[in-house]
């Protein structure tokens, strides 16, 4: 089937695509149907979080200052389970921190983040800084046109990049039984709602007590006073 | 509980916010165990799908081409089941066409898209332009750095903003009869589904072959050669 986009007739009629299901060759009723069938009462996990994982919060902040927080990659140090110790790692924008999930255990990231579409991404990676695969996206979406409130809806999504079951670099392992990161992915909804939870909370606590919601790195607080390190 | 967040002794120590779940307070080892208790072999629909719906789509499409075609809101009458027919709305921006699925409605939207982020946001409402509160979030994520593969992948996310369960305007619907918009949010997964199998089709099918992704609107053609409509 050859398709002839760039002639009148074929554009005011069908695209010349295959396999399309549209109002043209599909009634209503029909996709209804089909539609209640694709639709179960439960979805198996590895169909929902198999391949991709997001998961959404609501949270009683204002949009910008929530935006605001989340970029700022030394925030990590708050509200996720347990990357710590960020310190510039050479490269200009490359950071490098602890994942105190696993002993020993170096995590490279660097954050890109869009202030219009309010998105931010953390590029990170285990062990080493060259190829940052393990990519956090996230964006904050005001919740006034969304939902109807005021504040911010979260969206956090992973995609299952292949190296979460094979270790490329397996030589940079800290030890022989450090565990993989992607032996987790399985369990990357509940962790990441967790982390999610603590997210909302601090930007929640902030917010609601008209505090600063973004605070100084710790780093340069130690900085700032060795003596308390 | 006061949080003191403005000493360093504080911002070197906890946050000062309750109710975090962080290494300091939690071993990874009891964190796991919450995190196996969270994760159940299959999640019920309405957890999953009921105030939020994302889908995900890998498409084998450059994701400069995705995003180009995304972006340009006269290809919702391609890839859409039921949009058809947008014409100007007169408000700079603003469209107005009809949702097939329902006989007689209109459907206004505006898209607001950022060419960095790749972000395409459609705003929408049946019958009324003034306040667009169906809000569909769409994403083109380049694939390589998230799968390590080329193309695209595609997250598109709804929010159940509190419209979708009443109507607050039935006197514009076209007559009593008329179902409402939200009466199928439960049916919003396996639509969106059927509609991104629509759109990895265009793209796929146009870039395997060579094609420009993006075509002309079907209303310019016709414009252009007045006897064709």
């Known amino acids: 089937m050859t ?16 396999c399309l ?3 043209e060759n599909t009634a209503p009723a029909v996709l209804a149907a089909r539609c209640a069938e694709l639709t179960r009462p439960a979805h198996p996990h590895q169909e929902v979080y198999g391949q991709y994982c997001t998961i959404h919060e609501y949270v009683d902040c204002p949009p910008d200052d929530a935006y605001a927080y989340l970029r700022q990659g030394h925030h990590l140090e708050e509200w996720t389970f347990s990357l710590r110790n960020f310190e510039p790692a050479g490269t200009p924008g490359l950071w490098v921190g602890d994942d105190l999930l696993e002993a020993g255990t170096r995590i490279y990231c660097r954050v890109e983040s869009n202030a219009e579409a309010r998105t931010v991404d953390f590029h990170c990676a285990w062990d080493q800084g060259e190829q940052l695969w393990m990519i956090y996206l996230m964006r904050v979406v005001p919740a006034e046109p969304v939902l109807g409130r ?5 969206t956090w999504t992973n995609c299952r990049h292949p190296y979460y079951d094979a270790n490329p670099r397996p030589e940079l392992a800290p030890g022989p039984d450090r565990a993989w990161v992607g032996a987790y992915w399985d369990l990357f909804y509940a962790g990441h709602t967790v982390e999610m939870s603590n997210l909302k909370a601090i930007l929640e ?12 790195p710790r780093s340069a607080v130690a900085a ?6």
């Open 21 to 23: 299901t549209t109002v």
């Open 205 to 216: 606590h902030r917010s609601h007590n008209s505090l600063p919601v973004s605070v100084p």
């Open 150 to 154: 005021p504040g911010s809806v979260i």
């Open 3 to 18: 398709a002839t986009p760039s002639t009148p007739a074929e554009l005011s009629g069908p695209t010349g695509v295959p």
């Open 224 to 229: 700032a006073d060795p003596g308390s390190k």
